[in-house]
């Protein structure tokens, strides 16, 4: 497990330092427990963070215990992409790795006690019925017809059940609570329903499976939870937690805190809608490196010590609200500010003819890989004859302010010389095809002899020793900043220029080899990462993970 400094105290930790202080808890034991049906987005990291790094503060310990109660959507993958997840975060279960399928002949005791003891029914009613039956906020749930039988009628039934006498969703197992309760998830609440479903961990041994409801509280009092951190949807579904926990024989009873879920503008955090996007072929994957899930995010290139940070400072709330995506990007950039190796990369490229430099001549120009860490060490960057800049560095009838290249005109190159352009050379639609230069030898980088001072710098590479790379320029993925609010379909709702992927780009020599995963500044440009997927030394394709923020509009670079 990661060591880090304490986080922030918050209402939870104020809990929980007062459980403490009265003695009604040795030690602190919470759970992340995610349903393996899709894979985890940034929104379960926040919840990953604030379980385990309470237990990591508190000395005690946090479990991963996979809701798998549902097999018809649960699959293999997803458990083993969600420990990848939890691991590539900084967090580790040390053994304690439990599963809520792992608990089904205990669950089926309890509740074949609560039948015999007249509180838990079998009922015939369809889902549609006890739905229509339920009744609304303001008006009480009708009982269902079978809300008396008898215990020994319940319970033959349940067993019956159990065997596999009955169809799919012919019958299900109630608990009998209060039909005119204000609190709807009090109203005879499912326990159990009949769905013929291979399960990866226990086969084919069920063929009726709990609720979440049924099996979250009673998993959690199993494992000696004391703390069971869950967010605000679930605050209704107290009442219920706590009922279940009653009626069954436990040394001690956990306790539900909720706090407010993520939300995060441009972004949306449904695990059912971005399954839609992964299923409909909207996206490439889960791990889309436009996808906000933790596999994505990783994809794109964001750090673990990002999304940690970033959860600590938003903090832990009781109220729901939404963060501007601007803090999870600025958040990253400060940190790969301080230790991402700088190169040049030209995205568009415009040749460059250096005329007073010799054809064949090779510069060898020593640059740092961060300026202001010389122990990250340095390469070279070869300037020849022929160059390469971007496109847009050139304009030929340059706009009020524009402060790079146009003829006449003079930037620095950087690392390297002030080169002054003499003339444009155009195809037959009148593009611009090349630029004929000069440079100014005496202004080489570090010549005490330069005292020149001009206007812009851009960068650049040399156009023979240069090496192609693919560029994905990704954005955000959709365009407005509550997808999916309201009536309005999320899918029409996409940006259709999240990703832009160019294939002629060029880099300079040092960056060629780049190994998978291995993250790079390209100078004025943004932040990138070879593709965990695609990228390969000599080949390399580089995700864009969130550009620079443009501090050279003031000075038109």
């Given at each position: 497990m990661i060591e880090e400094s304490r986080a922030p105290s918050n209402f939870i930790r104020q809990i929980i330092d007062e459980d403490l202080a009265s003695a009604k808890h040795s030690e602190v034991v919470t759970r992340f427990p995610p349903e393996p049906n899709g894979y985890l987005h940034i929104g379960h990291a926040k919840s990953i963070c604030l379980n385990f790094g309470i237990a990591r503060d508190y000395k005690g310990r946090c479990h991963l215990r996979m809701d798998d109660t549902n097999p018809a959507k649960e699959e293999q993958e997803y458990v083993d992409a969600i420990k990848a997840d939890v691991r590539w975060l900084g967090f580790d279960w040390n053994g304690h790795e439990y599963?809520?399928?792992?608990?089904f002949p205990r669950l089926y005791e309890w509740a074949e006690k609560l039948v015999r003891e007249g509180k838990a029914f079998v009922d015939d009613q369809s889902a549609d019925e006890v739905r229509r039956t339920r009744g609304t906020l303001t008006t009480p749930g009708a009982p269902s017809p079978f809300r008396d039988r008898s215990p020994e009628e319940n319970l033959d039934l349940l067993r019956r059940m159990r065997k596999g006498e009955f169809p799919d969703g012919s019958r299900t197992l109630r608990a009998k609570i209060d039909m005119a309760s204000p609190n709807l998830n009090l109203r005879d609440p499912v326990m159990y329903r009949i769905r013929r479903e291979h399960h990866d961990r226990t086969g084919d041994e069920w063929c009726i499976y709990p609720t979440y409801d049924w099996a979250h509280g009673e998993s959690d009092a199993i494992e000696g939870i004391t703390h069971s951190l869950c967010t605000l949807e679930f605050e209704a579904h107290r009442p219920l937690y706590d009922w279940y926990l009653e009626q069954i024989e436990v040394p001690h009873r956990?306790?539900?805190?909720?706090?407010?879920?993520?939300?995060?503008?441009?972004?949306?955090?449904?695990?059912?809608?971005?399954?839609?996007?992964?299923?409909?072929?909207?996206?490439?994957?889960?791990?889309?490196?436009?996808?906000?899930?933790?596999?994505?995010?990783?994809?794109?290139?964001?750090t673990p010590e990002a999304l940690r940070l970033f959860c600590d400072r938003i903090g832990v709330a009781k109220a729901d609200s939404t963060v501007e995506v601007e803090l999870l990007e600025n958040t990253l950039r400060e940190l790969l500010n301080v230790s991402v190796k700088r190169a040049l990369c030209v995205h568009r490229p415009l040749k460059v003819v250096v005329e007073n430099w010799e054809d064949g001549k090779v510069d060898e120009i020593e640059a740092p890989f961060l300026a202001d860490d010389p122990s990250a060490g340095s390469r070279k960057l070869p300037f020849t004859r022929e160059l390469f800049i971007e496109r847009d560095d050139f304009m030929e009838v340059p706009g009020k302010g524009f402060k790079r290249l146009s003829p006449g005109k003079e930037v620095r190159l950087r690392h390297a010389y002030v080169l002054r352009c003499n003339s444009v050379t155009k195809d037959s639609r009148g593009e611009v095809t090349e630029l004929r230069a000069t440079i100014d030898p005496d202004t080489r980088s570090g010549n005490p002899k330069d005292g020149r001072k001009v206007g812009g710098a851009v960068h650049w590479v040399s156009a023979p020793l240069s090496k192609p790379a693919t560029l994905r320029l990704y954005d955000r993925l959709f365009r407005v900043p509550n997808p999916g609010a309201g009536e309005a379909d999320f899918r029409t709702q996409l940006n259709p220029h999240s990703l832009e992927i160019l294939d002629g780009a060029r880099i300079e020599p040092a960056v060629a080899e780049a190994q998978p995963m291995e993250r790079w500044q390209f100078e004025r440009k943004g932040y990138y990462v070879a593709d965990a997927k695609d990228s390969k030394p000599g080949a390399p394709v580089f995700n864009l993970i969130v550009p620079l923020r443009d501090t050279w509009a003031k000075g038109g670079g």
């Open positions: 599963h809520a399928a792992d608990y956990p306790r539900q805190i909720e706090f407010a879920r993520l939300n995060i503008t441009y972004t949306m955090l449904s695990k059912r809608h971005l399954g839609a996007l992964v299923a409909e072929g909207l996206v490439s994957g889960w791990d889309d490196p436009r996808m906000p899930t933790i596999a994505g995010l990783r994809r794109r290139g964001y």
